[in-house]
């Protein structure tokens, strides 16, 4: 199965201030249709998990211009421009290329 | 605006069956093919369990395989997990979730439901 490992595991951050989460898989997510299928969660604390971005770099509806995805392949980051207090939670990303679809650990940001 | 909710029992003993529901409102069950069931154990990843479709095939994470049935009632709008032999490795949050037909993103989830394993 796919590996994903997040870093880092925790983020403190400073409201205005911009955060980065690191993704990398043990096998590209990079389909024959030229997509790469991963994923980006956000759980805030006592909800469950809520779509950011999928297949790599599309935001979800609903989701702020501040988050944005980069990468390809094996490598891949989710980045907030300009953090807000909203935004603590855990956040992960998932393969969802083949099965079993899999998570990163993920990481908890903090203000 | 569409709304799943999981109920089952919150307690079992080692080796029950585990037998949840996640009701689909504001939307037909039949509209979307692929519906999904997830968990996350406490202080731990994310973990897909496995995937509905509604050609009657269901996709399964290995680890559960042998122990797991997804099902859907569309006269019910709803959806089912049954988890046979369950262990203390079983407790979690359980969730269940819409899952896109195209990018095969999970984009609606349950509120989730705690299941408690103890003797």
């Known amino acids: 199965e796919i590996v994903l490992t997040q870093s880092p595991l925790s983020l403190p951050v400073t409201p205005g201030e911009p955060a980065s989460i690191s993704c990398r898989s043990s096998q590209s997510l990079l389909n024959r249709n030229g997509y790469n299928y991963l994923d980006w969660y956000l759980q805030k604390p006592g909800q469950s998990p809520q779509p950011l971005i999928y297949l790599g770099s599309n935001r979800a509806s609903g989701v702020p211009d501040r988050f944005s995805g980069f990468g390809s392949g094996t490598n891949f980051t989710l980045k907030i421009s300009s953090v807000e207090a909203e935004d603590v939670g855990v956040y992960s990303c998932m393969q969802a290329l083949q099965t079993p679809y899999t998570f990163g650990q993920g990481t908890k940001l903090e203000i | 605006q569409v709304q799943l909710l999981e109920s089952g029992p919150g307690l079992l003993k080692p080796s029950e069956t585990l037998s949840l529901t996640c009701a689909v409102s504001g939307y037909s069950i039949s509209s979307t093919p692929y519906w999904g069931w997830l968990r996350q154990p406490p202080g731990k990843a994310l973990e897909w369990i496995g995937t509905f479709h509604h050609s009657g095939m269901s996709f399964y994470t290995p680890s559960l395989k042998s122990r797991v049935t997804i099902s859907v009632d569309t006269s019910k709008n709803q959806l089912s997990l049954r988890l046979k032999s369950v262990t203390a490795a079983d407790m979690a949050m359980y969730y269940c979730?819409?899952?896109?037909?195209?990018?095969?993103?999970?984009?609606?989830w349950g509120q989730g439901t705690n299941v408690i394993i103890s003797s």
């Open positions: 979730a819409r899952q896109s037909t195209l990018v095969a993103t999970f984009d609606i």
